[in-house]
T-cell receptor, first 109, second 114 residues
Framework: GIQVEQSPPDLILQEGANSTLRCNFS?????LQWFHQNPWGQLINLFY???GTKQNGRLSATTVATERYSLLYISSSQTTDSGVYFC???????????FGPGTRLSVLP | SAVISQKPSRDICQRGTSLTIQCQVD?????MFWYRQQPGQSLTLIAT?????????ESGFVIDKFPISRPNLTFSTLTVSNMSPEDSSIYLC???????????FGEGSRLTVL
């Protein structure tokens, strides 16, 4: 099945800093989503982005499907951005959403 | 967007018992999914809950251990049977929005097995 990798595995930032999280996948995908899991365990949808670029406030994401990667940009980070960021992909041969291992982000005040 | 609620939100269970988790979506959805998240790990798909037919299980998960019901287009249950401490996890219900394929999640059910 498809392999999904995320980097870096852990990231510590000072409040106000910017960061880029990466998701690589090993096969063609139909769908790709970015999620934020907050410290209470709730999964929050950030972006549904099988291709192209989207922005939502301080966050933006870019997926280059032909090169099999996606990037999540966080600007002016806040302590509430702390948690784990997951990308999940769905292949075009029908495999259900497969999650990457996640990037654990800690934003320090 | 679909709102998904799960019950219970957390529970502490004794070894050998079974627990049923309920998932309610506020609108009709075609696909519902159950995921498991073991401590410190990512999410792993357990099964796809199909309305009107048996669930489709992923490799490593079996119906006897994780029976699933899907009686209609807004509701599903997952039972964790004959629990052991290794079943201590967060169990998450999710639903596909249909045409867009975007996945939404419930709040999760955190199970601790003693």
């Amino acid at each position: 099945g498809i392999q999904v990798e995320q980097s870096p595995p852990d990231l510590i930032l000072q409040e106000g800093a910017n960061s880029t999280l990466r998701c690589n996948f090993s096969d063609s995908v139909n769908n790709l989503q970015w999620f934020h899991q907050n410290p209470w365990g709730q999964l929050i949808n950030l972006f549904y982005i099988p291709s192209g670029t989207k922005q939502n406030g301080r966050l933006s994401a870019t997926t280059v499907a032909t090169e099999r990667y996606s990037l999540l940009y966080i600007s002016s980070s806040q302590t509430t951005d702390s948690g784990v960021y997951f990308c999940a992909v769905e292949t075009d041969y029908g495999q259900n959403f497969v999650f990457g291992p996640g990037t654990r982000l800690s934003v320090l005040p | 967007s679909a709102v998904i609620s799960q019950k219970p939100s957390r529970d502490i269970c004794q070894r050998g018992t079974s627990l049923t988790i309920q998932c309610q979506v506020d609108s009709q959805v075609t696909m519902m999914f159950w995921y498991r998240q073991q401590p410190g790990q990512s999410l792993t798909l357990i099964a796809t809950a199909n309305q009107g037919s048996e669930a489709t299980y992923e490799s490593g998960f079996v119906i006897d251990k994780f029976p699933i019901s899907r009686p209609n287009l807004t509701f599903s249950t997952l039972t964790v049977s004959n629990m052991s401490p290794e079943d201590s996890s967060i169990y998450l219900c999710s639903a596909d929005r249909g045409n867009t394929g975007e996945l939404f999640f419930g709040e999760g059910s955190r199970l601790t097995v003693l």
